[in-house]
């Protein structure tokens, strides 16, 4: 199976900030660079302290958002999956981190609120997308397989309005924020299904992770 991945080039941290400034709008800039487009005018803001379950300071990092994050595709409907906890987000650019990092700790909040829950949930960002032609999802169908166990998502919270209509349309991206059980552990064997189709190779991008974790601690005094 073939997974349309962004297109990185020199100006791939400016990118980053352009795709991350637009997550409220659901623009089609998570999947690819606009370059006609004009930066955002206002500041990034800084997040509030989360655990450290990475071991490393946030903001050292220089992953960018696709390289912390893992595709699939059916059909016309690309999706791209995020994991938010911090031992991933701190290994990515500054302006990223700061953006996934404020989606978790707010999301966590409000997960906790409407599920009457104190767990820390496993929260994903996922973002769908269609290059051509209309494409329909089913949120609830986007399932986590961890350790040999299959996981429904405990709660799926919009980030972009027109989420709820369950239809993306060409160049059009749209995101929401999932709560899995924090049983779903982030180890190589993770795999991710969305109907009958699966993803395999969260292995590869978390060595990618660990690797840039290892070049952080190295850095530290």
Do not use: K
């Amino acid at each position: 199976m073939t997974i349309r991945r962004p297109r990185a080039g020199p100006g791939s941290s400016v990118a980053c900030v352009l795709l991350l400034a637009a997550l409220g709008a659901g623009c089609g800039l998570i999947f690819e660079e606009d370059p006609d487009r004009p930066a955002p005018a206002r500041p990034l803001a800084t997040p509030e302290p989360a655990a450290d379950t990475a071991g490393i300071p946030g903001g050292l990092g220089t992953l960018r958002l696709d390289q912390i994050s893992v595709y699939l595709r059916r059909g016309e409907l690309q999706m791209r999956i995020t994991p938010l906890t911090e031992s991933v987000s701190r290994t990515a650019l500054p302006e990223v981190w700061q953006h996934l990092t404020g989606l978790r700790s707010s999301h966590q909040v409000i997960f906790r609120e409407q599920t009457g829950s104190a767990v820390d949930f496993q929260l994903v960002l996922v973002a769908v997308h269609a290059e051509s032609v209309p494409a329909g999802f089913e949120p609830e169908e986007v399932t986590l397989v961890s350790r040999g166990l299959r996981y429904r998502p405990v709660n799926i919270r919009p980030v972009s309005s027109a989420w709820t209509r369950r239809v993306v349309f060409p160049r059009e991206t749209l995101l929401a924020v999932y709560a899995f059980p924090p049983e779903v552990t982030l180890d190589p064997s993770l795999e991710i299904e969305y109907q009958e189709v699966r993803m395999r190779n969260w292995g590869e991008t978390l060595t990618r992770v660990e690797a840039e974790r290892e070049r952080i601690r190295a850095r530290l005094p």
